[in-house]
């Protein structure tokens, strides 16, 4: 079982920047795919960024791209989403997601997932 805890959500305007922090529980963190997903008020739930086990290999959405950037440090548990440019339309429940597996996944099929955070950007 693993525990997902996003936080660093918050209003912000747009242009500026936020970075989101998911922290883990247990000690294979590297072991697992980690992916941002975001979900705004009447929308499907979509993919943001996923990042390999080891961190080397990312994938983002193209929407995001160039704005945002996902990483991680497997020492501290952790996976980060870097967003930058923000728009009104990144207004969105953020929330990371993990699998057990090898490999970038840009669909909704992980295994766990964390409770999200907030973020809204005004124009």
Do not use: H
């Not at 980690?34 to 979900?39: L, P």
């Not at 945002?68 to 728009?87: E, G, P």
């Amino acid at each position: 079982q693993v525990q997902l805890v996003e936080s660093g959500g918050g209003l912000v305007q747009a242009g500026d920047s936020l970075r989101l922090s998911c922290a883990t529980s247990g000690r294979t963190f590297s072991s697992y795919t980690m992916g941002w997903f975001r979900q705004a008020p009447g929308k499907e739930r979509e993919f943001v960024a996923t990042i390999s086990r080891s961190g080397a290999s990312t994938l983002t959405a193209p929407s995001v791209k160039g704005r945002f950037t996902v990483s991680r440090d497997n020492a501290k548990n952790t996976v980060y989403l870097q967003m930058n440019s923000l728009k009104p339309e990144d207004t969105a429940v953020y929330y990371c997601a993990a699998k057990g597996a090898a490999g970038l996944l840009a669909t909704s099929s992980y295994d766990y997932w964390g409770q999200g955070t907030q973020v809204t950007v005004s124009s």
